[in-house]
């Protein structure tokens, strides 16, 4: 009686193990594989940045055309999503866009329709990849699918203006824009700065805070702040070194600090340096505590 | 003649209606839809866009799906399952047989078609973009689209297994969204043959990239109402053939 007992309960327990053995297997094996992950994901930190250069490898965006049925438009989405990734990577990295245009190309050619593909490609590509004709050629493709947009041909003179002094063709790029449906009044407000082909300050700013509230990309308007920020920058040393002209035509010496040019009535207050640091003077240059690494733009 | 249509029509609707496959499909299409919501805050101001191309994207993919997967094995499996006996020895004719099995998988799908857009609209409301019914005709389109293609399936059922039947209609799902290479082949090449045999293949392939107007309903485009109508009508054209030709194939077979 009593054995018979005891061989019952080791009998059941072996099988309330061996029921629940391969739960717990099964939940050891997702750790397992969690952890696998982990490991294989630190061997290539840099994934997917390779899958944003094997996109580089298509020959063009027609390939991949012809290979998506009918949902072209839904992979240039995924591709608009690789982009700002690729681009956003490289803005906190190396600052090196070498697939940024071949990205935007593939892009396009999938959905020639997405305006904001061509302005985002375009600015960044002109100010980041500092590629303005890369820029334009993407714009003219622009305009060629999308006669009605009149955002293409906006950007397309902001960057002759701004980047390639081409005051002519920015002229006539702003009047084709001021003409399209929806264009907005700040086109034709434009038109006479170019006419004064003055690459001065204010207009500059001007230019760019109207093409700030032009879009509601995050990554854009960050690129617009940072060419804002730089104006700014330029903009206080260009005063000091006024200042520092005058001064050493006045007293035939150079200034010792800004200081001096402030004490002395030169300059009206220290110009605020927008990176967070100060300007300071050396040997009669204008220098700045901001490392150039901090400065960008 | 009606009367036995509707039944065979209201069997193969029920009995579709109970497959796993479908609710699994709808329930795919509308999750798919919704990851559009995490999709947001990286898009850079083309949310929209994105949120509106991949709910009707996912609408046509899934209904496709559906199409092929239940379309393929629809005559099939009645053979195989031998309840074909049943039916074919009471006086139903076989046209009648194929044409309510058709009529109730189309039944299906537009109901599939319905229940995942109303899944897209609500994709739209929870993303809080704003609501527009031209949206809607993109959906029609592909409802087209939709016809032509299961009556493909259907005919393919006819006479190859399940497997083969979906292969076969993947393939020319794939092949009728590529016709237009062919034009372009015929209009490129200094060969008068293959400039014919080129123009034959595209003209005899359905060409189902004339109910592909999402691109227009997602970017506001004015739609071409004339285009639309005569696309309807070469779905309802092309499908009647092929139907035909099933009814043809499926009357000299041998059980």
């Known amino acids: ?297 | 003649m009606l009367q036995r249509i509707y039944g065979m029509a209201l069997n193969t609707f029920r009995e579709a209606i109970r497959d796993r496959i479908l609710i699994a499909l709808i329930v795919i299409a509308i999750v798919v839809m919704g990851t559009a919501k995490l999709v947001q805050p990286v898009a850079m101001g083309e949310a929209e866009k994105i949120i509106k191309d991949l709910g009707l994207s996912a609408i046509t993919l899934f209904c496709v799906l559906i199409a092929i997967l239940i379309g393929g094995r629809i005559v099939y499996r009645e053979v195989e399952k031998r309840t074909i006996y049943l039916i074919l020895a009471r006086p139903v004719r076989r046209g009648e047989f194929i044409l309510g099995k058709y009529i109730g998988l189309i039944v299906v799908l537009i109901l599939s078609l319905m229940v995942m857009t109303v899944g897209f609209y609500a994709v739209l409301l929870i993303t809080r973009v704003p609501i527009t019914f031209n949206l809607l005709w993109a959906v029609v389109m592909t409802a087209f689209e939709l016809i032509l293609l299961t009556a493909v399936a259907v005919l393919f059922s006819t006479f190859v297994t399940p497997v083969g039947s979906a292969v076969f209609t993947f393939m020319i799902y794939f092949i009728g969204h590529s016709t237009h290479l062919l034009k372009h082949l015929a209009v490129m090449t200094p060969l008068p043959l293959i400039k014919f045999i080129s123009l034959f293949l595209y003209f005899i392939l359905p060409n189902l990239n004339n109910f592909n107007i999402r691109g227009d309903v997602v970017y506001g485009v004015p739609l071409n109402p004339q285009a639309m109508v005569f696309s309807a009508l070469y779905s309802l054209l092309y499908t009647f053939t092929l139907l035909l030709i099933a009814v043809i194939v499926f009357d000299r077979k041998d059980f």
Request: no cysteine; aromatic share 14%.
């Open chain 1, 1 to 297: 009686m009593e054995l018979t007992e005891i061989t019952h309960k080791e009998i059941r327990r072996p099988e309330w193990v061996i029921s629940l053995l391969p739960m717990v297997v099964v939940v050891w094996g997702f750790v397992g594989i969690y952890l696998l992950q982990l490991t294989i994901d630190s061997f290539s930190r840099r994934a997917s940045e390779r899958v944003v250069q094997e996109l580089a490898y298509f020959p063009s965006g027609l390939a991949l055309r012809e290979s998506s049925i009918e949902y072209d438009e839904l992979f240039a989405d995924f591709i608009w999503l690789t982009a700002i990734d690729y681009y956003g990577r490289h803005l906190e990295t190396d600052r090196r866009y070498e697939w940024l245009g071949h990205i935007f190309e593939i892009l396009t050619t999938l959905d020639p329709r997405f305006i904001g593909a061509y302005r985002f490609g375009a600015m960044t590509l002109a100010w980041d990849a500092k590629k303005p004709m890369e820029a334009l050629t993407l714009l003219s493709f622009g305009m060629k699918a999308n006669p009605l947009s009149w955002q293409l041909p906006f950007d397309a003179g902001f960057i002759n203006y701004m980047l390639l002094g081409d005051y002519k063709s920015a002229a006539e790029l702003f009047q084709i824009a001021a003409k399209l449906p929806d264009a907005w009044r700040i086109v034709t407000r434009w038109v006479p700065y170019l006419y004064a082909k003055s690459g001065d300050f204010e207009t500059a700013k001007q230019m760019w805070s109207d093409l700030y509230y032009s879009t509601q990309n995050r990554r854009l308007r960050e690129l617009i702040l940072r060419q804002l920020r730089w104006l700014k920058f330029e903009e206080g040393v260009r005063k000091i070194k006024e200042a520092i002209d005058r001064f050493a035509d006045k007293e035939r010496r150079l200034p010792v600090s800004i200081e001096e040019l402030v004490q002395r009535g030169y300059l009206e207050t220290v110009p605020e340096e927008p990176y967070g640091g100060r300007y300071y003077l050396k040997g009669g240059e204008v220098h700045t505590t901001t490392p150039p690494s901090k400065r960008g733009g």
